[in-house]
């Protein structure tokens, strides 16, 4: 009994201390009663790469899946863009690891799990290659209008990656739109794609281009009739000609703004009589800046005909 009387006001001081304390910490957990809560997150695996510059890297987890324990009043107001994860291989050189995956939330919440933890990774030295490359046209130009061949310049670009992967790369892509279109375009352009055999694109190759210039002749289609007034036919006393071309039309290609013919000329043909059908190919006779589309020549044919019986 004596001991308890000893210092009796500083022993009760304590434990009036002792309980304010445990107040405090029972109100911080849970000011209003709430339950622990859990929220699942899914977030795209940030990976930093090694140090070395001719190191390259393929991981085989892009997403990871993280649960968060708390009080649902602070789980509810966590934006994605507050949970880092991250693979670090800064330190690492060639060869293949499983690498752990780092996990930071912001306060108030608790990493419950993180599925998965680790990460297989293969780290190799990087391979380098030209391919070539290719346009992929999109889109329909406007009515009337014919697509030429595109120029790329530079025809090819140097990529590098994992060798495997730069091993399946068969061209780079490069896309352009023509929709509407009904001149010849031209565009630097900046996206470009990796692709295999099958037009899969692959990953894990780096492009190493600023741009690539890209023209696509796109030319107006016009229809013209082609006119025989140069074909001369040296007659014959009792016999009619008729002159016919084969096709009696074509189709003419210009540039936007050009000015097309509705009749083509050809060159010169100077028919002797036959009393047999004579067929020749011509060529055709075309305004400067304009082509035919297809074949530039057309085909003749004299066919002569009897209107009267010959003298005896």
């Known amino acids: 009994m004596r001991?308890?009387?000893?210092?009796?006001?500083?022993k009760l001081l304590a434990l009036?201390?002792?309980?304010c304390a445990w107040s405090i910490v029972r109100l911080t957990a849970a000011p209003t009663g709430e339950t622990p809560a859990q929220r699942v997150f899914f977030k795209p695996l940030q990976v930093t790469p090694p140090e070395d510059p001719d190191l390259v890297y393929k991981v085989g987890h892009q997403e990871v899946v993280i649960t968060l324990r708390?009080?649902?009043?602070?789980?509810?107001?966590?934006d994605p863009g507050q949970i880092s994860v991250d693979?670090?291989?800064?330190?690492?050189?060639a060869g293949d690891y499983m690498a752990k995956v780092d996990v930071l939330a912001p306060g108030g919440a608790e990493i419950s799990d993180v599925h998965p933890t680790h990460v297989w990774v293969q780290i190799t030295r990087s391979e380098a290659a030209f391919r070539p490359v290719r346009v992929q046209l999109l889109g329909r130009p406007a009515e009337g209008t014919h697509v030429g061949t595109p120029a790329a310049e530079p025809r090819s670009v140097r990529i590098t990656g994992p060798p495997g992967n730069v091993e399946e790369v068969l061209a780079v892509v490069v896309p352009v739109n023509l929709a509407g279109l009904d001149r010849t375009f031209s565009t630097r352009a900046r996206t470009l794609?990796?692709?295999d055999a099958n037009g899969?694109?692959?990953?894990?190759i780096e492009i190493q281009s600023e741009g690539v210039d890209i023209t696509v002749p796109i030319e107006v289609l016009h229809e013209a009739r082609v006119q025989t007034d140069r074909i001369t036919v040296q007659e014959a006393p009792g016999w009619a000609y008729s002159v016919t071309a084969n096709p009696p039309m074509v189709t003419l290609e210009g540039p936007s703004g050009t000015e097309m013919p509705d009749v083509v000329q050809t060159e010169p043909w100077i028919v002797q009589h036959a009393a047999r059908p004579?067929?020749?190919?011509?060529?055709?006779?075309l305004p400067k800046g304009i082509r035919v589309s297809g074949e530039d020549r057309?085909?003749?044919?004299?066919?002569?005909?009897?209107?009267?019986?010959p003298a005896p």
């Not at 001991?3 to 500083?10: A, E, S, Y």
């Open 3 to 10: 001991f308890l009387r000893q210092n009796l006001g500083l």
């Open 16 to 19: 009036f201390l002792a309980l």
């Open 70 to 78: 708390g009080r649902r009043t602070v789980l509810e107001k966590i």
């Open 87 to 93: 693979v670090d291989l800064s330190k690492r050189v």
């Open 193 to 195: 794609e990796a692709v």
């Open 200 to 204: 899969r694109a692959i990953e894990g």
């Open 278 to 285: 004579q067929t020749r190919e011509v060529r055709l006779v």
């Open 298 to 309: 057309v085909r003749i044919q004299v066919l002569p005909t009897r209107t009267s019986s």
